[in-house]
């Protein structure tokens, strides 16, 4: 497949925007956060979401270390793979920001066997690349058409939305949330991970029902913060001091289990990215799977119609019947 579900499906809930809810009656943040109950600084839910709402601005540049667990409940088979995550902002046509990712994998581990296997998955900002560079292939899917606008960080749009700089109450509008303790939600076996989030919070989403189009492909999401509100920021802050994803765990409706950790953050003006890492371009000699989006076929205006026709009737006044002559009496 040209977009493979092994990492995008839960980095969509790490770094990048959820999608807009489908129309239907508001609720309030009250109505959606489930045992509102205050963690750190947060009181409830809807205080965290909304405090990440701005928490993206600014943001022009993000690169991360990343760690990607999956635990497949069918095959009973756990996954590692291990890389780098890249994300910029830059402008697009007529100066309009657009938005770009890539994930660098540089191992791939199956249970105990690991070996060293580079794979590249990238969004440009109008085409997806799934780059195999040892096997020279490259898979391409063109998303975005001419004069057409996405945003790869909305949830049930993008590949890799994450709820940070999304309107907190598009969120509540298609998941029931609720602010929890880190170590929530994490069993015996996970103390390396429970060290990993020390000090962060953790808000749980679990969809509501009806709300996306043909069902979530989630049961529930699990996302980790750690950082200071915008407000909080002062000068001498790092830029990576700010209120940044640490980590997602996401259980999918089969069951399957995923964990991303971000690990070494960097923000503006901090990380340097290679421009090439962005490049989904086919390079000389590799073999290429391309999808172009299907041109639309030109609207062809109606024929004009025809003015009705109506007969008028003379406006030449009717001459009156003649009178009838009678003769004369004799």
Known sequence: MLIQPLILSTLSFLLWQPA?????PANTPETNAVDAKPVGEFKDAADLLGALEKADEGLDQFRAEIRY??????????????????????????????????????????????????????????????????????????????????????LGEGPMPIPIGQRKDDILARYDAQLLPAADGLGASDETLKAFLAGTVQVRLVPKAGAAPGGDTFEEIRLWYRGKRPEQMTPGDKPSDRLLPRAARTVSVNKDISIVQLINIAVNPDP?????????????????TEAKLPVAAPEIPPAPTRPTETKLESATPATPPAEEKKDAPK
């Open 272 to 288: 340097k990215i290679d421009a090439s890492i962005m490049d989904t371009s086919a390079p000389a000699g590799w073999e290429v």
């Open 69 to 154: 667990d999956r635990v497949l409940d069918l095959e009973g088979e756990s996954q590692l793979r291990q890389g780098e995550l890249f994300f910029d902002r830059v402008k697009g046509v007529a100066g309009k920001p657009v938005r770009r990712f890539a994930v660098r994998f540089d191992s791939f581990q199956v249970g105990t066997a690991v070996r060293n296997e580079q794979r590249l998955h990238i969004f440009d900002g109008t085409w997806y690349a799934d780059k195999m560079p040892e096997e020279k292939k490259i898979n391409r899917k063109e998303v975005v058409g001419p004069g057409q606008s996405f945003d790869p960080m909305k």
């Open 20 to 24: 807009a809810a489908p129309s239907q």
